[in-house]
């Protein structure tokens, strides 16, 4: 892709503004900073430009007062025209995006616009330049539609009381663009979303294609992403961050390794395009009992009959299968082994959803999940089971080259050997399947394409 060239650099457009507030009484320039009656107001370098808490509203008597956060807006071409035409002030955005965030999050006082990754470190709020911009077109929406909304409401009594008949109520109207950014940033895709969507839009074929063209394309890229992970042959933790940065934009220090990476994906994205299911929950909590050591779910599963999956993740890059030469015999690898012994001490457990000895978060299982997705639904936990995702198709088991020491005459014996052994395995358990993250994605894309949605 060509890159776009433009007239002025960043440094020029800053100095264009800055020019056009000196012009303005009282207002000065002194060591990189800008003053207004002798106090700083915002000070500023080649990169970026540093609000304090200090405001001004320059007809009042007096005309200085304090605000309860720092602004800092990183200066590049697709961050300069936040600033908006007067400097002496932070972008109104800033104090929306800041007091949404105030509502949850206790004793943030700064925040960074235009930084690499979303993120809240210390007291500051980092915030790329995509968010904040999605941020403040859904209040200025939000505004039109409450002001409209007012508006309309009173038009019967302006017409009634006051016999003011030339008054006509305005349509309410909506960003498509920035619904479907919205519908897409949930992860949540289902065909009730394309319905919801669709109905707002003008009628026509060309609405539907265009979502679906949208939904398809975020389908896609996920399952692409996700093929692209498992044919990682040695994906450590390193490797495992960078794809969660790169692709997910998850910050580094959140991901502890390649089990920790599918982990947050599949909880992110795999409700509906991996696993199509009407919940998913994932929780750090741990089921604490007496009599047992204690465990966690990795992703909790809730189907179309209220019933539970617990689904425990392991390595895709991993041979499913280890091999025994003198006994001509796979068996399942360490991973694996430890993955089936995990999943028959979670199916005991989600047994045990109505035993108080067994609680998570001062639940017992039953009550906390029934919580968690909201309350709405009665669980009928009759038949719980367990998934165990591992490895990939392709390395089932070591590579006939590969093995050491004695091996079948042929690789045709070995990976037939191999295969059956897997077949066996993943019909051994009566409550436990075993697949491989390959057939999981293959599997969701098979079932995508015959709900055609």
């Given at each position: ?305 209220s019933d539970v999956e617990i689904v425990e993740l392991k390595r895709p890059d991993v041979s499913v299968l280890d091999y025994d030469g003198s006994r001509n015999k796979f068996y399942p690898c360490k991973d694996l ?117």
């Open positions: 892709m060509r890159k776009k060239k433009y007239l002025k650099t960043v440094t020029e457009k800053f100095r264009t503004k800055i020019n056009k507030i000196l012009r303005e009484d009282f207002v000065s320039e002194s060591n990189s900073s800008i003053l207004f009656k002798e106090v700083d107001i915002f000070s500023y370098t080649d990169g970026a430009i540093s609000y304090g808490t200090t405001r001004i509203a320059p007809k009042n008597i007096d005309p200085f007062y304090e605000d309860d956060y720092k602004v800092k807006i990183l200066l590049r071409q697709d961050t300069i025209s936040l600033l908006g035409g007067n400097l002496l002030k932070p972008p109104y955005g800033a104090k929306v995006v800041f007091n949404l965030f105030k509502n949850y999050i206790e004793g943030i006082n700064e925040i960074e616009i235009g930084a690499e990754e979303n993120k809240v470190l210390k007291k500051k709020i980092f915030i790329t330049k995509e968010l904040y911009q999605t941020i403040v077109d859904i209040n200025k929406e939000e505004n039109l539609d409450k002001n409209l909304r007012m508006k309309n409401r009173s038009i019967p009594f302006l017409r009634e009381d006051f016999k003011i008949e030339n008054i006509q109520e305005g349509e309410i109207t909506r960003n498509y663009r920035l619904l479907l950014r919205e519908i897409i940033s949930s992860k949540n895709l289902t065909s009730a979303d394309v319905v919801s969507l669709s109905e707002q839009l003008e009628p026509g074929e060309d609405s539907k294609v265009v979502i679906k063209q949208e939904i398809n394309k975020q389908t896609d890229w996920l399952l692409n992403i996700l093929r692209e992970i498992i044919d990682e042959p040695k994906l450590g933790k390193p490797l495992a961050q960078e794809y969660g940065k790169n692709h997910f934009k998850y910050p580094k220090n959140t991901i502890t390794g390649p089990e920790h990476l599918m982990e947050k994906i599949l909880s992110d994205y795999g409700k509906n395009i991996i696993f199509g299911v009407p919940a998913l929950l994932n929780t750090d909590k741990y089921v604490v009992s007496e009599k047992l050591p204690r465990v966690q779910f990795d992703i909790i599963l809730i189907d179309s009959l082994s430890v993955a089936i012994g995990q999943a028959e001490r979670y199916i005991t457990t989600i047994y045990k959803d109505k035993d108080l000895d067994f609680k998570i978060g001062g639940q017992s299982v039953k009550e906390y999940i029934e919580s968690e997705v909201g309350g709405s639904t009665e669980l009928n936990i009759t038949r719980p089971t367990a998934l165990i995702v591992i490895g990939a198709t392709h390395r089932i088991a070591v590579d006939y080259k590969s093995v050491i020491g004695k091996k079948p005459s042929t690789r045709k014996k070995y990976e037939d050997n191999m295969w059956q052994t897997y077949r066996e395995l993943r019909h051994t358990h009566k409550n436990i399947r075993i697949i491989t993250y390959s057939e999981l994605v293959d599997g969701a894309e098979l079932r995508l394409k015959s709900e055609d949605i």
